[in-house]
């Protein structure tokens, strides 16, 4: 059987050239221009680490001898010490929030879970605090020095991982001390003349995914949902079509979602005043956007690779980002219309925006101070440039979190949530759980490898989580829209999900 022909999302290839025609360019234009310019790029082994270098495209050892393969584990060793230390740089300043909370300092906020905290005061081994208040100081400690202990097992390791992990890991010599100091070693470890065994290094990236989870990842989604409520299922719109050209639009952007929800308490409060016209739409783009879509209810604009596209709208008149995942090309593509960029965060600024660094302890007032910039500069607005695409945005169903998902569950079997999912999976009606996530790429067509990666675990029985950009370009392909037919899906896995639906009355 001939295979069908993959097609590309209609809305971002009309954006992309609506771009092209204004004279955007886009993450695909200087994709190809990279890529032109080092074709074998992805397969090459390159070292920059001394000044003997850099070392490119090495065909068998680099200046000091280090072969290939070693420079290619140490690489990974690097990039995998990026991703820890931003996780962990959102855990740090997502603790100190609920620090703040707890002291009284921070009033923008407020535990909104108590049951979950008093559930992870407990699994951290803490004890004596007689009020919310004072868990959520301890906590915060907790995590704290998880992070920046010298030597000790993070707690929050030890509370979520499986024993039989943690003696794994300890047989392996891969159970962590605290963030920063494995942070530090990581880098000490690709420093010139260190570390030269593959083996050894790619068991030091492995001490860095712990560092990941356990103190930046785990901690950050915690607290979260401790502060700003567990996600629930919920019903949104997505793609560039959300953004209303008859309304003032703002895009959340970013990672933390801290400043996302002030905004859009601070939107709300605005949109309530009926002498407040036209309405204010928050949308949101990236992570941050996916945390407000999932507790907020907010509809979804757009990925990594639509930045520039969603400001090519010529309707957005303002972007709020706070870390991770702002490209800096968006400062051109907005010089083309009236939106201005606001970064939030002093580790993430960029040259040719407004810099308004992001305070939890006056949260409100920055709010409502960049709902205020977004209102002023409608009036700066050419409706002239205005164009969004005339397509309905796509159904999007969200939400599920550890207890959505457990709570789903036990309304099929009562009291037995997991045993249920598990049954199944001995019975081989779900084959496999697979979790995708993270970005979608230029390296091919928009959405390609992800879309095609799902329709066949899908159409196998296999039962697919996802979060991240790649949970939007699903979207886009209605993937992820409520339908009771369940096109593309397994019989089997389609059966599950039927009786799953049913019993939560979806």
């Given at each position: 059987?001939?295979?069908?022909?993959?097609?590309?999302?209609?809305?971002?290839?009309?954006?992309?050239?609506?771009?092209?025609?204004?004279?955007?360019?886009?993450?695909?234009?200087?994709?190809?221009?990279?890529?032109?310019?080092?074709?074998?790029?992805?397969?090459?082994?390159?070292?920059?680490?001394?000044?003997?270098?850099?070392?490119?495209?090495?065909?068998?050892?680099?200046?000091?001898?280090?072969?290939?393969?070693?420079?290619?584990?140490?690489?990974?060793?690097?990039?995998?010490?990026?991703?820890?230390?931003?996780?962990?740089?959102?855990?740090?300043?997502?603790?100190?929030?609920?620090?703040?909370?707890?002291?009284?300092?921070?009033?923008?906020?407020?535990?909104?879970?108590?049951?979950?905290?008093?559930?992870?005061?407990?699994?951290?081994?803490?004890?004596?605090?007689?009020?919310?208040?004072?868990?959520?100081?301890?906590?915060?400690?907790?995590?704290?020095?998880?992070?920046?202990?010298?030597?000790?097992?993070?707690?929050?390791?030890?509370?979520?991982?499986?024993?039989?992990?943690?003696?794994?890991?300890?047989?392996?010599?891969?159970?962590?001390?605290?963030?920063?100091?494995?942070?530090?070693?990581?880098?000490?470890?690709?420093?010139?003349?260190?570390?030269?065994?593959?083996?050894?290094?790619?068991?030091?990236?492995?001490?860095?995914?712990?560092?990941?989870?356990?103190?930046?990842?785990?901690?950050?989604?915690?607290?979260?949902?401790?502060?700003?409520?567990?996600?629930?299922?919920?019903?949104?719109?997505?793609?560039?079509?959300?953004?209303?050209?008859?309304?003032?639009?703002?895009?959340?952007?970013?990672?933390?979602?801290?400043?996302?929800?002030?905004?859009?308490?601070?939107?709300?409060?605005?949109?309530?005043?009926?002498?407040?016209?036209?309405?204010?739409?928050?949308?949101?783009?990236?992570?941050?956007?996916?945390?407000?879509?999932?507790?907020?209810?907010?509809?979804?604009?757009?990925?990594?690779?639509?930045?520039?596209?969603?400001?090519?709208?010529?309707?957005?008149?303002?972007?709020?980002?706070?870390?991770?995942?702002?490209?800096?090309?968006?400062?051109?593509?907005?010089?083309?219309?009236?939106?201005?960029?606001?970064?939030?965060?002093?580790?993430?600024?960029i040259e040719g925006t407004i810099h308004i660094e992001f305070d939890a302890e006056k949260a409100d007032e920055i709010g409502r101070e960049l709902i205020k910039m977004a209102v002023d500069n409608y009036a700066n607005r050419d409706q002239t440039k205005v164009y969004v695409p005339d397509y309905e945005p796509h159904d999007m169903i969200g939400g599920f979190s550890t207890e959505q998902l457990i709570e789903a569950l036990d309304k099929v079997r009562p009291g037995d949530a997991v045993g249920v999912l598990v049954d199944n999976i001995k019975n081989e009606n779900i084959r496999g759980i697979v979790a995708v996530v993270g970005c979608v790429t230029p390296r091919d067509e928009y959405g390609y490898r992800t879309v095609e990666l799902l329709r066949e675990l899908i159409k196998n029985n296999i039962l697919v989580v996802l979060t991240g950009c790649v949970a939007?370009?699903?979207?886009?392909?209605?993937?992820?829209?409520?339908?009771?037919?369940?096109?593309?899906?397994?019989?089997?896995?389609?059966?599950?999900?039927?009786?799953?639906?049913?019993?939560?009355?979806?």
């Amino acid at each position: 059987m001939k295979k069908e022909k993959f097609v590309v999302d209609v809305v971002t290839e009309v954006m992309r050239k609506r771009a092209r025609e204004l004279g955007i360019r886009t993450v695909w234009e200087r994709y190809k221009e990279n890529y032109a310019r080092s074709k074998d790029a992805l397969f090459q082994a390159t070292c920059m680490t001394c000044q003997q270098g850099p070392c490119v495209n090495v065909k068998k050892e680099g200046v000091c001898g280090m072969n290939k393969d070693i420079i290619v584990a140490k690489n990974l060793v690097s990039e995998t010490t990026i991703g820890a230390a931003a996780h962990v740089g959102h855990g740090r300043r997502i603790a100190n929030i609920l620090k703040g909370v707890g002291e009284g300092s921070v009033t923008a906020y407020s535990i909104k879970e108590p049951e979950k905290l008093d559930s992870v005061y407990k699994g951290l081994g803490l004890f004596g605090a007689n009020t919310n208040e004072e868990k959520a100081v301890e906590i915060a400690n907790a995590i704290l020095d998880d992070i920046s202990k010298l030597t000790g097992v993070p707690r929050m390791l030890v509370y979520r991982a499986l024993e039989e992990r943690r003696k794994l890991w300890d047989e392996k010599d891969i159970l962590i001390n605290g963030g920063c100091p494995e942070i530090m070693e990581a880098m000490n470890r690709i420093a010139m003349g260190m570390d030269a065994d593959m083996e050894n290094l790619l068991l030091g990236a492995c001490r860095l995914g712990l560092v990941d989870a356990y103190c930046g990842m785990y901690p950050a989604t915690t607290i979260q949902d401790i502060l700003l409520g567990t996600p629930k299922l919920v019903q949104i719109k997505t793609n560039l079509t959300v953004i209303n050209p008859e309304e003032i639009n703002v895009i959340v952007h970013g990672h933390i979602p801290a400043l996302a929800d002030a905004v859009v308490r601070a939107a709300e409060e605005y949109n309530a005043d009926p002498a407040n016209n036209p309405k204010v739409n928050v949308v949101g783009m990236c992570c941050t956007g996916m945390e407000v879509l999932m507790r907020r209810g907010v509809n979804y604009a757009g990925d990594i690779l639509q930045q520039e596209l969603a400001i090519a709208t010529g309707a957005i008149e303002l972007v709020a980002v706070d870390i991770q995942c702002t490209q800096p090309a968006i400062v051109d593509a907005a010089k083309h219309f009236h939106t201005k960029i606001v970064t939030t965060d002093p580790m993430s600024k960029i040259e040719g925006t407004i810099h308004i660094e992001f305070d939890a302890e006056k949260a409100d007032e920055i709010g409502r101070e960049l709902i205020k910039m977004a209102v002023d500069n409608y009036a700066n607005r050419d409706q002239t440039k205005v164009y969004v695409p005339d397509y309905e945005p796509h159904d999007m169903i969200g939400g599920f979190s550890t207890e959505q998902l457990i709570e789903a569950l036990d309304k099929v079997r009562p009291g037995d949530a997991v045993g249920v999912l598990v049954d199944n999976i001995k019975n081989e009606n779900i084959r496999g759980i697979v979790a995708v996530v993270g970005c979608v790429t230029p390296r091919d067509e928009y959405g390609y490898r992800t879309v095609e990666l799902l329709r066949e675990l899908i159409k196998n029985n296999i039962l697919v989580v996802l979060t991240g950009c790649v949970a939007t370009v699903a979207s886009y392909h209605d993937l992820l829209k409520p339908d009771p037919t369940y096109p593309g899906v397994g019989e089997t896995l389609a059966k599950v999900m039927d009786a799953v639906a049913k019993a939560n009355g979806l």
